[in-house]
């Protein structure tokens, strides 16, 4: 709640903030609480600065957690390819492969996190849940 009003704060002092929009917006989708509105915040900082890596996947972990698996795939996919050694941007379009049931996809970005970050704990976790699924799938054949 004090990160919220922080950022609150800088914001209606300097409302055209792409920065303070994408940090308020990401504080939103990580928490998991004012989902429309961090959409919202994250579209406006992504008209503002395209380019920003860290913003675009702030959009995409949005999406993400508005369960809108589609669009998030497609906005992290354009993050990675801006910023494609950012183990956080990586484990993000994982875990949204994961939810679309594109496992080795998400196998590979989960790899490739943590080549960049091996203690990203995230990223081991939903690894192991991928290896699980994958090795029954094959004992089933």
Request: proline share 4%.
């Given at each position: 709640v004090q990160a919220e009003r922080a950022?609150?704060?800088a914001l209606t002092?300097?409302?055209?903030?792409?920065?303070?929009m994408?940090?308020?917006?990401y504080f939103y989708a990580e928490e998991g609480i004012k989902l429309d509105e961090a959409l919202l915040l994250a579209?406006?900082?992504?008209r503002l600065l395209p380019n920003d890596a860290n913003i675009v996947d702030t959009l995409g972990w949005a999406q993400y957690k508005k369960k809108r698996y589609s669009d998030a795939a497609r906005t992290l996919e354009r993050a990675v390819r801006l910023k494609p050694d950012d183990p956080t941007l990586r484990y993000h379009l994982g875990a949204t492969y994961f939810k679309l049931g594109k496992l080795w996809n998400s196998r590979?970005?989960?790899e490739k996190a943590l080549l960049l970050d091996r203690e990203m704990l995230e990223a081991k976790k939903l690894l192991r849940v991928i290896r699980?699924?994958?090795e029954r799938k094959v004992s089933l054949n």
């Open positions: 950022y609150r704060a002092t300097a409302p055209n903030s792409a920065a303070l994408n940090n308020l917006a579209e406006r900082a992504v590979i970005e989960l699980r699924v994958q």
